[in-house]
């Protein structure tokens, strides 16, 4: 209806006696784009997380910019009491969907295994209580399939959930500058030891010692 704004209301201005009773006044229209825009994340992380190139750890970290939403459109609709009732009602349902994540530890394992994300993501973004029950059950599911599993593990490539690579701030949906939010990762304080506390890499078996001059 937005998209058609102009036209609905010269047809409906042009028909008022037989359309008197569904017709949008100003106040109506501001709900409708007051609603819409509420509504984009949604769509978009809906988008973000179907088809064949989803992966799981998309899940959680999709979950986790809606639950940034809903407290932002709280605070931006603080006046409009009714609109923040129904915003409450919609995060107390997303909720008891959130909570059934619970129930498999694969999603947790997803995040802090995604390079980009790891225990400093938990640490940024999730509630205290909920960190130490992640990585147990992570760590758990871990050794389950270290045990099975006795040569190195091929993985194709999956496209990566992209939320803003390439975007100026100021372009970015809401969805996507939430998500830069969460995936904002702290600047290391010293990139040495970064560097020297990492796995070594194995170059090959002989010491060249002539390239090292």
Request: aromatic content about 10%; proline content about 4%; overall charge negative.
């Amino acid at each position: 209806a937005l998209d058609h704004e102009g036209a609905v209301d010269v047809y409906t201005k042009a028909n008022y006696d037989s359309l008197q009773s569904e017709f949008l006044e100003p106040e109506d229209w501001e709900s409708l784009r007051k609603i819409c825009a509420f509504l984009q994340p949604f769509h978009e992380s809906t988008m973000k997380t179907q088809g064949d190139q989803a992966t799981i750890d998309r899940v959680l970290f999709t979950m986790d910019i809606l639950i940034e939403h809903f407290q932002l459109a709280l605070q931006d609709h603080e006046a409009d009491k009714e609109f923040c009732a129904r915003i409450q009602h919609g995060w107390d349902k997303f909720d008891a969907y959130y909570s059934k994540t619970d129930l498999t530890p694969v999603y947790a394992a997803a995040v802090i295994l995604h390079p980009n994300r790891r225990k400093a993501y938990l640490d940024r973004n999730w509630r205290v209580e909920w960190r130490k029950p992640a990585m147990k059950s992570a760590r758990k599911l871990w050794e389950t399939y270290r045990k099975k599993v006795s040569v190195p593990i091929s993985v194709e490539h999956v496209e990566p959930l992209r939320t803003s690579a390439g975007k100026d701030s100021k372009d970015l949906s809401v969805f996507e500058r939430i998500g830069r939010k969460l995936e904002n990762n702290q600047v290391s304080k010293d990139e040495f030891d970064d560097y020297v506390a990492g796995m070594p890499e194995a170059l090959g078996t002989h010491l060249d010692l002539g390239s090292l001059e």
